[in-house]
Nanobody
Framework: QVQLVESGGGLVQAGGSLRLSCTAS????????MGWFRQAPGKEREFVAS????????DYALSVKGRFTISRDNSKNTMYLQMNSLKPEDTAVYYC????????????????????WGQGTQVTVSS
């Protein structure tokens, strides 16, 4: 099983930056497609970014493309989300997640296809 723990959230002003980390346990981490999702109060959880097993492929929601960068370091069992030029509408609880080992890239932006989830970290962007 894959166990995930997020960190790095906080309160920043609009235009600022944050770097989120997701540490994972389990030998399957290096063979698992990973993603970041977020959920604002009263809204559904939405896709933010995903990354392939080796990090060679990435995908981003249009709302964050050009501002956020997803990466992973399998030797450290860690995935990152660098968030720049933050906007108030980025305010949400951010979750890291993993597909089932051997999962398809086709499911990279599908919330309901992710099997493993962290507890979330709060990101608040003030105007």
């Amino acid at each position: 099983q894959v166990q995930l723990v997020e960190s790095g959230g906080g309160l920043v002003q609009a235009g600022g930056s944050l770097r989120l980390s997701c540490t994972a346990s389990g030998r399957t981490f290096s063979r698992t497609i990973m993603g970041w999702f977020r959920q604002a109060p009263g809204k559904e959880r939405e896709f933010v970014a995903s990354i392939s097993w080796t990090g060679s492929s990435t995908d981003y929601a249009l709302s964050v493309k050009g501002r956020f960068t997803i990466s992973r370091d399998n030797s450290k069992n860690t995935m990152y989300l660098q968030m720049n030029s933050l906007k108030p509408e980025d305010t949400a609880v951010y979750y890291c997640a993993a597909l089932r080992p051997g999962g398809s890239w086709y499911n990279r932006d599908r919330t309901y296809e992710y099997d493993y989830w962290g507890q979330g970290t709060q990101v608040t962007v003030s105007s």
